[in-house]
């Protein structure tokens, strides 16, 4: 155990995990979407849903989706700011079960119109997992920088994209694959010691089986 799983994560309070954990999870639902976001439906569980309003977790949720680190004094004042800065939001409290009891679900809505659906998790300390993201079992727990791609599953992607950061001395922290089905859509998640410049992120994307390639940084 570190100190700073002691101490707790630098943010406004009161709680690691309901405070601190949700702003996080908020933030690092808006890189998955991958724009701004104008309407947020959030349904909270298990404890989440019973002490949201105590703990700021509501607050927290959208201060993170405004693109506000946990250590924003504007975090208490998210949802009266959030309709003035273009985002409009509905909470939800559930009460069904989940595998773990803070547990938080977005349906999000960009400023293009796109749509995600994305569910994850405060684990304490304000640590994080994103479980879910638009019907993928996912694992991201936010904490570095990450290039995220959806491609078509076929042999090469990942060694393609390999030596093309390698090529520009970009090390590899983790890499992740999600897929559905064989041979149909699937999604990586490489996270990086260094943020990936956009030259290089063109030149992924020139490949013909990827479709969406982006980075985003530490939450």
């Known amino acids: 155990m570190g100190v700073f799983d002691i101490i707790g994560p630098v943010m406004i309070g009161p709680s690691s995990s309901h405070t601190a954990g949700a702003a996080r999870l908020g933030r690092l639902a808006r ?3 991958g724009e701004s976001p104008v309407k947020a439906d959030i349904t909270f569980y298990g404890s989440f849903a019973q002490t949201y309003r105590g703990h700021g977790t509501d607050r927290a949720c959208v201060a993170g989706l405004l693109n506000w680190a946990p250590d924003d004094p504007r975090l208490r004042d998210a949802l009266t700011m959030a309709p003035e800065l273009g985002l409009q939001v509905t909470i939800t409290a559930s009460a069904a079960e989940t595998e773990h009891p803070n547990t938080v679900r977005f349906h999000l809505t960009g400023s293009s119109g796109k749509a995600r659906e994305l569910m994850g998790v405060s684990t304490g300390g304000g640590r994080i997992r994103m479980r879910e993201f638009d019907g993928y079992s996912v694992d991201l727990d936010g ?11 076929r042999p090469g992607i990942v060694a393609f994209v390999s030596q093309i950061l ?18 149909r859509l699937a999604m990586m998640f ?5 943020p990936v410049a956009n030259a290089t992120l063109a030149e992924i994307a020139a490949h013909p ?11």
């Open 31 to 33: 890189y998955l979407l």
């Open 143 to 153: 904490s570095n920088h990450t290039l995220l791609t959806r491609h078509n599953d």
């Open 166 to 183: 390698a090529a520009q001395d970009i090390n590899i922290s983790a890499m992740r694959l999600f897929r559905q089905e064989r041979k």
């Open 190 to 194: 490489i996270e990086t010691d260094t």
């Open 209 to 219: 089986a990827i479709e969406v390639v982006r980075t985003f940084p530490p939450v």
